[in-house]
C-alpha cells in the first residue's frame, strides 16, 4: 500500500497551497499547487501502469 500513502502525502502538500492560492489569492502557493498537482498526475499514470501490468500478467 506504500503507493496510496505516495498519493495521500502528495495530496496533503497540496492542500494547504490551495487553500492559500484560493483563499488568499498568493500567486505563488498556487504555483506550488500546480507543481504537486503535476507530480499526482505522473504519479496516477504509473500507478494505471502498474495495475495493469499486474492484472494482465496475474
Known sequence: MSRLDEIKGIITGIEDDMVKFY???NKAAGTRARKGLQGL???AQEVRLEIQDIKNNG
Do not use: I, N
Request: hydrophobic share 15%; charged share 65%; aromatic share 0%.
Open 41 to 43: 498526475k505522473k504519479l
Open 23 to 25: 483563499e488568499k489569492g
